[in-house]
C-alpha cells in the first residue's frame, strides 16, 4: 500500500519525523557495533564506468555520469564498498518501536537520481523531488507495494510518500533510461547505509546477541551475528565479492 501527497515548491508537503532519538535504555552500559562493507573480489575487474547519455535526449547532465552499481574505495586497505544498506534484523530491543529520523529525500538533478541507495522506513514518510529545469519521472517497480509511476513537471515539485510494505525495489525513469536506483523499505528504523568509506556504525544499545544483514545490488545479502557485552564495542565486517547475484531481503 502507499500514501502519498503532491505539492508545487520546495517546502515539504507533510509532517516529517524529528532528529534520530538515541535509543533509551536507562542507566544500562550500551554498546556500539561497527564495521566494514569489504570488497574480497578483484578490483582491477571493476573500473568506473561512464553511463551512455544520448545526444538527443531532452537532459544533458553538466558532467559524466558513472555508474554507480558497483563503487569501490581501492585506495583503503582492505578495499571497501559503497552504497551497502545495513540492518539490525534480531537483537535485545524491540526493532518496531524506533521512530524514524529525518525523512530522506530522493532528488532528481542534473539528469541522476541521488542518493542511488535510498533505505527507508514505513513508519515515516519521504520525499522525492524534482531540482532540475525539466520534466521528470521515477516508476517504483513495487511488487509488496503499489506499482507506481509519478511525473514532476516543473523544478520545484515534490512529493511526500509512505511505502507501507517491506520490500526492496529499483526505481526508474521512464523518460531518461539511464537513470535508476534502489529502494529499501523497512517497517523499523534499525538501518542505515555505508559510508563514503565504506563503514558503518549503530551506537547506543543495549547489550546481548545481534543478527545483522547487509544488501548489495549487484552482490546480494550477507548475514552475520555479534554478541556484544554492555559497555563493549565490537567490529564486524560484511565480505562481498562476485558471484550470483542476489536481490530482496
Known sequence: MLRKRIAFGVAVVMPLAAGLPVLGVGDEKTVTIKGKAVFTGNPAEYKPTPVEVPKDAACQPSTTIMSE??????????????????????????????????????????????????????????????????????????????????????????????????????????????????????????????????????????????????WHEVFGTKTATVEVAAGETKELNFLFAPGKKKTGK
Open 69 to 214: 552499481s558497483v563503487i569501490l574505495n581501492k585506495n583503503t586497505d582492505p578495499v571497501t564498498l559503497r552504497n551497502v544498506a545495513i540492518w539490525i534484523k534480531e537483537g535485545p530491543v524491540d526493532i518496531r518501536q524506533k521512530t524514524p529520523g529525518p525523512s530522506p529525500t530522493l532528488s532528481m538533478f542534473d539528469c541522476q537520481f541521488t542518493p542511488h541507495l535510498l533505505v527507508v522506513s514505513s513508519l515515516g514518510a519521504f520525499g522525492i523531488r524534482n531540482d532540475d529545469k525539466l520534466k521528470h519521472n521515477v516508476h517504483f517497480l513495487a511488487k509488496k507495494n503499489e506499482d507506481q509511476s509519478f511525473s514532476f513537471p516543473m523544478k520545484g515539485m515534490e512529493l511526500a510518500m509512505i511505502y507501507e510494505n517491506p520490500e526492496t525495489m529499483e526505481f526508474r525513469s521512464k523518460l531518461f533510461p539511464w537513470m535508476n536506483g534502489w529502494l529499501i523499505v523497512h517497517d523499523h528504523a534499525f538501518f542505515l547505509t555505508t559510508d563514503a568509506s565504506g563503514d558503518y556504525e549503530f551506537t547506543d544499545f543495549p547489550p546481548g546477541k545481534y543478527v545483522l544483514q547487509a
